[in-house]
């Protein structure tokens, strides 16, 4: 994209109830249980809990040999269908993540859209395209692996 806004999608089906699923998913902590070991991801605070529209999540994790610290707002709680996550701190100048889930027999179907762009305009785009692109792809690579394994 000329922009600098790139969008991730991914889905995947998981023979597990659709309550049980949404459970897992609204733990703030199981977040880690789904993060690559590699990105050193530690969830900080969750507030207020339980989880719900305005809650704030933050949480440190290490990128290529950088620590930093990212902070995520529940923007939309729409249980058990739907949730969004938004970055109001951290390493990109746009995250917005929408989490949707929905019966499919007796399985769900997790899917995952993220809108990202990263700062510094030209020089964000480039890094996109060098390295930024396959960091946030092996990340959702790996969380749908570790989603597999947990539910099956």
């Known amino acids: 994209m000329k922009t600098g806004r790139y969008r991730l999608l991914r889905e995947q089906v998981v023979p597990r109830r659709l309550d049980e699923v949404f459970a897992f998913f609204s733990q703030a902590e199981n977040l880690e249980a789904i993060t690559p070991e590699w ?6 605070r969750v507030h207020p809990k339980p989880v719900q529209q305005g809650t704030l999540i933050d949480y440190k994790l290490r990128l ?3 620590s930093l610290r990212w902070t995520s707002r529940i ?3 729409e249980p058990p269908h739907k949730f969004v996550d938004l970055q109001v701190r951290g390493p990109y100048k746009l995250w917005h993540h929408t989490h949707r889930f929905a019966v499919e027999g007796e ?3 997790i899917a995952d859209e993220v809108l990202y762009e990263l700062p510094l305009g030209v020089l964000g785009r480039l890094a996109h395209w060098v390295m930024a692109r396959r960091d946030v792809e092996k990340i959702f ?3 749908a692996a570790k989603i597999r394994s947990l539910f099956i």
């Open 39 to 44: 990105l050193r991801f530690k969830v900080l």
């Open 64 to 66: 290529r040999g950088i």
């Open 75 to 77: 923007v939309e709680w």
């Open 107 to 109: 399985s769900t179907r």
């Open 141 to 143: 690579d790996y969380r």
